[in-house]
Structure formats: structure tokens, C-alpha cells
């Protein structure tokens, strides 16, 4: 069974913000589809967007990011600055037409990556997260966070092996078992500092019962009922 909290609503929106988190290898990826179809089928119009991306800017920045090296400030910076346009562009006019937003991967990602696995300051972070994650709106201002999010959770051992068997490594997922470790051990803070938010899912799991684990999760919250309508793709 998932580890789901029930939270509570997200004030002055009308749409649905769910993201998609876990460290390399996790196996979050081939669920992207079942998710969103699943999502459909209950009557959400689904954007299927991820970061680093979901604009032409943010996927420059996402190549940069997966292929550059560079400082380790300087990947917590470029990450938010991906996120901001990501929001003004994709996610929050989507949010405002009603639909549904998967992202796969948001903040928490940076908290982890370069949080406990880079060493960033975890208040800068925080920091940031709050000015860039504040968007306009027609009354006032509000801040743009997940209203549900799907942590797969795999052990980092499990989680290397299943890189050694995939594709060509980017400099993240070329890193080493330590690094992992720490990734891990960041979106576990997260996951502690909001419950309410996290579904923790057990990953290390065949994937038909991942799957199943996932659908519980978007039932429990309640989001897996009403009349079918088509997905739109970010």
C-alpha cells in the first residue's frame, strides 16, 4: 500500500498540480502514461509536462543542466530559472483553464539533487523556492507548490543496478552511489517536512503493483472519478 496523507485544498486555483519525483532509476518515467490515462479516463484534461523543461527555454536550460558542468550554486540557479518560465508558460495558465498538470519532476527535485546531493544550502533553497514559485494573480499573489506529489521510492543500490542496464548516462545519472544515497535521503526530508503533499509509493516493487500502488494513491485522494475528456500534451 502507498503512504498517503489526505491534504488539504490548494486555495485560488482551478486546476489540479500533481508531480512526479524520485531519483534516477526509480522507475517513475514508465508510469508517466498509466498516470495520466488514468487521469483522463476519470475526466481530467491532462498537461504532461517535466523539468528541467516544458518550454523552449526551459529545455535549453534542461541541456545545459544534464550536460554542462558547472558550479554547484550555479545548477540550483539555472533549475529555478527553468522552474519560473515553466510556470508563467506552461503550468499556471494551464491550471487557470482547469486542467490537470503532471509534471514529471518539480522543487523537490533541486531540494534533493542539489540540496543533499550537491551540498546547496537547504534555506537558500527554501528561499528560492518561495520568490520563484510566487506568481501573479488577479487578487493577489500566490504561491505555486504541488497540490499531490508521487515519490517513488527506491533504494539507491536497487536504483544503480537499473542504470547500468539503460541508456547512455547524463552527468546525474553517471553519478555515484553516494551521491544517490544523499538524493535519497532529500526527498525523504521533503517528504517529512510536507506529508500532507507526498504519496510515497514503493518502487522496488514489479511494475504491475507499482502501478496499482500509484491508482490507490490518486483514489484516495479522490481524483480518479467523472466523465472522460481528452489529454492535452504540454
Do not use: N
Given at each position: 500500500m502507498p503512504t498517503c496523507h489526505t491534504a488539504a485544498?490548494?486555495?485560488?486555483r482551478k486546476g489540479l498540480f500533481l508531480s512526479i519525483e524520485g531519483i534516477d532509476g526509480a522507475g517513475k518515467s514508465s508510469h508517466l502514461a498509466t498516470i495520466a490515462q488514468a487521469l483522463e479516463a476519470a475526466g481530467h484534461t491532462v498537461v504532461l509536462t517535466r523539468e528541467p523543461g516544458g518550454t523552449p527555454l526551459a529545455e535549453k536550460i534542461r541541456a545545459l543542466l544534464l550536460h554542462?558542468?558547472?558550479?554547484?550554486?550555479c545548477e540550483a540557479l539555472l533549475a529555478f530559472a527553468a522552474r519560473r518560465q515553466h510556470l508563467l508558460e506552461t503550468i499556471v495558465p494551464a491550471l487557470e483553464q482547469?486542467?490537470?498538470?503532471?509534471?514529471?519532476?518539480?522543487?523537490?527535485?533541486?531540494?534533493?539533487?542539489?540540496?543533499?546531493?550537491?551540498?546547496?544550502?537547504?534555506?537558500?533553497?527554501?528561499?528560492?523556492?518561495?520568490?520563484?514559485?510566487?506568481?501573479?494573480?488577479?487578487?493577489?499573489?500566490?504561491?505555486?507548490?504541488?497540490?499531490?506529489?508521487?515519490?517513488?521510492?527506491?533504494?539507491?543500490?536497487?536504483?544503480?543496478?537499473?542504470?547500468?542496464?539503460?541508456?547512455?548516462?547524463?552527468r546525474f545519472e553517471a553519478q555515484t552511489l553516494a551521491f544517490f544515497t544523499n538524493v535519497a535521503a532529500g526527498y525523504a526530508?521533503?517528504?517529512?517536512?510536507?506529508?500532507?503533499?507526498?504519496?510515497?509509493?514503493?518502487?522496488?516493487?514489479?511494475?504491475?503493483?507499482?502501478?496499482?500502488?500509484?491508482?490507490?494513491?490518486?483514489?484516495?485522494?479522490g481524483y480518479l472519478s467523472g466523465p472522460t475528456t481528452p489529454p492535452v500534451y504540454a
Open positions: 485544498p490548494t486555495p485560488a554542462e558542468g558547472m558550479d554547484a550554486r482547469g486542467h490537470t498538470v503532471v509534471s514529471d519532476r518539480f522543487t523537490d527535485a533541486t531540494f534533493a539533487y542539489q540540496g543533499a546531493g550537491r551540498g546547496v544550502d537547504w534555506v537558500a533553497l527554501e528561499w528560492l523556492e518561495q520568490w520563484v514559485q510566487t506568481t501573479p494573480a488577479a487578487d493577489s499573489p500566490h504561491f505555486q507548490s504541488p497540490d499531490c506529489t508521487l515519490w517513488f521510492d527506491l533504494p539507491p543500490a536497487i536504483a544503480a543496478e537499473r542504470l547500468q542496464k539503460a541508456r547512455t548516462p547524463d526530508r521533503r517528504a517529512q517536512q510536507a506529508p500532507e503533499r507526498f504519496c510515497r509509493i514503493d518502487a522496488h516493487q514489479p511494475i504491475a503493483q507499482v502501478a496499482t500502488q500509484v491508482r490507490q494513491c490518486l483514489a484516495q485522494r
